[in-house]
């Protein structure tokens, strides 16, 4: 096995003063998955995060405490009330939202996009066009292709060499016909950042809407939905560090348009109209947990609650997050680069990182992807292989999606020192 050839001070080289800002010890102490003395070194946060201790608190306060249906006279069932409401209030801070009721809570991402997907079918009217993306998640391209039954006329926007999505290629598709833009905001495969507001713009000027599958963006930027200018936009609870739970924002006027199957006594009016049946109460308990741990990240132990808005605090939370995530990507791209033979996909330019979050894919040499994972995971090393649920992507970059690539995919709580943990078990396996 070939020894140890990163040392801790070239990853950190250059990133001192941006790394000190930011308090990855106080971070990694609240999440209970890290500190259980496994060694694993969680680079699989793309297909779900850790939770830190208060969304588990929240999870299990609201079980032994409140195990019941809403909506009665009596003290437990008002409180799920209130923690539903709450819970509204705390991710319409994480989304910008300009009203609580234009989130709606539900079992995952995928069935919401399917339930926006089957009423905008039923009314497309000789608006007939939905654009769709190679760079995107397979849940936000097969729901719109279902709908070419209903006489819907898919366009793709197609990737280009780098892995980037660009606004002149989608200027080229939308035409009075165009109904519906449907893209991501950040490539799970990829962590290529989609500009959404340049998206928007464009697609309104055309009378056309936008649907952003938000999923894999959250846990490293903040989402600002007033200020990208969509009009509807889903992410899942499990990437954000919550629970398996998923949630739709929607412009009022836009979710009041939508023809959904609700029962009689139901409302027709959001979030009532969306949130079909009964969704698990304490996973959207621990969803608003998860919301305030993040706003929490900018506040030093002992100082005062800041007097500043949940809203003010996650966006600042946020900025922390991404700074560091920066050094995170480019310690990670550097020293990927400095293997011979490895592929990385997408961006790969270190010094382009604000075109990215820390998710990288790449391939190297002739190594099946599932042999390079599977050894990772013997050393304790989480990542994933395989297409990424983005089996059209993999073949616009001539990767076949029978064997994909490999995923590393790093969140705040990730160190300099995992990365490299990860890039010497790399080379330890090419000396094998």
């Not at 922390?320 to 996909?345: C, D, F, P």
């Amino acid at each position: 096995m070939a020894e140890l050839v990163v040392s801790k001070a070239q990853i950190v080289r250059q990133e001192g003063t941006r790394m000190a800002e930011f308090p990855i010890e106080r971070v990694r102490r609240m999440f209970p998955a890290l500190n259980r003395g496994s060694g694993t070194v969680f680079f699989d946060n793309a297909a779900g995060a850790q939770i830190p201790q208060p969304v588990f608190a929240a999870m299990n306060d609201h079980l032994l405490c409140r195990n019941v249906q809403r909506g009665g006279p009596y003290r437990e069932s008002q409180e799920v009330d209130a923690v539903i409401a709450r819970a509204r209030q705390t991710v319409a801070a994480l989304l910008n939202a300009a009203d609580p009721d234009e989130i709606s809570f539900g079992m995952n991402a995928t069935s919401f996009i399917r339930l926006v997907s089957l009423a905008l079918g039923q009314s497309l009217s000789d608006r007939r066009e939905i654009i769709v993306s190679e760079l995107d998640h397979e849940a936000n391209v097969a729901t719109w292709l279902a709908l070419t039954r209903e006489g819907a006329v898919i366009r793709w926007w197609k990737v280009r060499e780098d892995g980037s999505l660009n606004l002149s290629d989608l200027e080229q598709l939308l035409c009075s016909r165009t109904r519906l833009v449907a893209c991501t905001a950040a490539s799970n495969a990829l962590g290529t950042i989609v500009d959404v507001a340049g998206v928007a713009q464009r697609a309104h000027a055309v009378g056309a809407e936008v649907f952003i599958d938000c999923v894999h963006y959250p846990p490293h930027g903040s989402v600002d939905v007033q200020d990208w200018g969509c009009d509807y936009l889903v992410c899942s609870g499990y990437k954000i560090f919550g629970p398996h739970m998923g949630f739709l924002w929607g412009r009022r006027k836009a979710l009041e348009a939508l023809p959904t199957f609700r029962e009689d006594f139901i409302p027709d009016v959001p979030p009532s109209k969306i949130e079909v049946g009964t969704f698990v109460y304490e996973n959207v308990a621990g969803m608003s947990a998860a919301v305030e741990y993040l706003a929490g990240l900018g506040k030093e132990p002992g100082q005062n609650d800041r007097p500043d808005s949940l809203r003010a605090r996650l966006v600042h939370s946020m900025e922390l997050i991404r700074a560091y995530e920066a050094t995170l990507s480019q310690a990670l791209l550097n020293g990927l680069h400095a293997i011979k033979g490895v592929k990385v996909y997408g961006v790969n330019d270190p010094s382009a990182v604000n075109q990215r979050v820390p998710t990288i894919c790449f391939n190297w040499g002739d190594v099946p992807p599932a042999t390079l994972a599977a050894k990772l995971g013997e050393k304790n090393i989480a990542v994933r292989d395989g297409h990424m649920y983005s089996p059209r992507l993999m073949k616009r970059l001539g990767i076949s999606p029978a064997c994909g690539a490999v995923r590393a995919s790093l969140v705040h709580y990730n160190t300099h020192e995992e990365i490299r943990l990860f890039l010497n078990a790399l080379q330890g396996i090419a000396g094998n």
